[in-house]
Antibody, heavy 130, light 112 residues
Framework: QVQLQEAGPGLVKPSQTLSLTCTVS??????????WSWIRQPPGKGLEWIGYIYYSGTTYYSPSLKSRITLSVDTSKNQFYLKLRSMTAADTAVYFC??????????????????????WGQGTLVTVSS | QSVLTQPPSVSAPPGQKVTISCSGSNSNIGNNYVSWYQQFPGTAPKLLIY???KRPSGIPDRFSGSKFDTSATLDITGLQTGDEADYYCATWDPRLSSGDALFGGGTKLTVL
């Protein structure tokens, strides 16, 4: 079955750029109609979607983070990546990668998005501190 | 403050039923599919319900989801102490030029 694993630094200094890698195993990142997402969770708080990428390179970003994030993909390595610029203490969180969402077409042929995220990586804690 | 509103906490004794609500609007829940996640401390969320009311393989039928208008609910019957966890709803909100995946604020379930 498909498994995801995040990798990256546990500590980032304020104003620096965070770079994270998500490695997909047990399946190809190019298969199916799924997008691949990054989601984060500040300590003791809820989940926040960051953005997703399709294997073709098409990206969709959370409006609240759009100005600071870049997602990319390397299909030859079965990996996708997150870069988050100008990090502050508010960006301290556990960062998860996950498969999802997926696109569908309704009975009228109109496209929609199904936000089911499965599976998830185990998550990696990123702390922003000098 | 999350766009999707969940009660911060719910509780019920073992064996009983609990309902967790997720309230949104026409732009999100009202016109999009809802999913639900279970998260234990220190672990990644796990998909419980997708497409409003479908269970992935391996999820017990004690867990069920439904959606009506701009709200969704997660029902858990036959509560077990092992169900104590945080539960999140999620849906899509097609706003601006790209849209946004939204999560509820989460609900902590206590099995008394």
């Amino acid at each position: 079955q498909v498994q995801l694993q995040e990798a990256g630094p546990g500590l980032v200094k304020p104003s620096q750029t965070l770079s994270l890698t998500c490695t997909v195993s047990g399946g190809s990142i190019t298969s199916g109609d799924s997008y691949w997402s990054w989601i984060r969770q500040p300590p003791g708080k809820g989940l926040e979607w960051i953005g997703y990428i399709y294997y073709s390179g098409t990206t969709y970003y959370s409006p609240s983070l759009k100005s600071r994030i870049t997602l990319s993909v390397d299909t030859s390595k079965n990996q996708f990546y997150l870069k988050l610029r100008s990090m502050t203490a508010a960006d301290t969180a556990v960062y998860f990668c996950a498969r999802g969402p997926s696109q569908y077409y309704d009975s009228g042929g109109y496209p929609g998005i199904k936000t089911s995220f499965d599976p998830w990586g185990q998550g990696t804690l990123v702390t922003v501190s000098s | 403050q999350s766009v999707l509103t969940q009660p911060p906490s719910v509780s019920a004794p073992p064996g009983q039923k609990v309902t967790i609500s997720c309230s949104g609007s026409n732009s999100n829940i009202g016109n999009n599919y809802v999913s639900w996640y279970q998260q234990f401390p220190g672990t990644a969320p796990k998909l419980l319900i997708y497409d409003n009311d479908k269970r992935p393989s391996g999820i017990p039928d004690r867990f069920s989801g439904s959606k009506f208008d701009t709200s969704a609910t997660l029902d858990i019957t036959g509560l077990q102490t092992g169900d104590e966890a945080d539960y999140y709803c999620a849906t899509w909100d097609p706003r601006l030029s790209s849209g946004d995946a939204l999560f509820g604020g989460g609900t902590k379930l206590t099995v008394l």
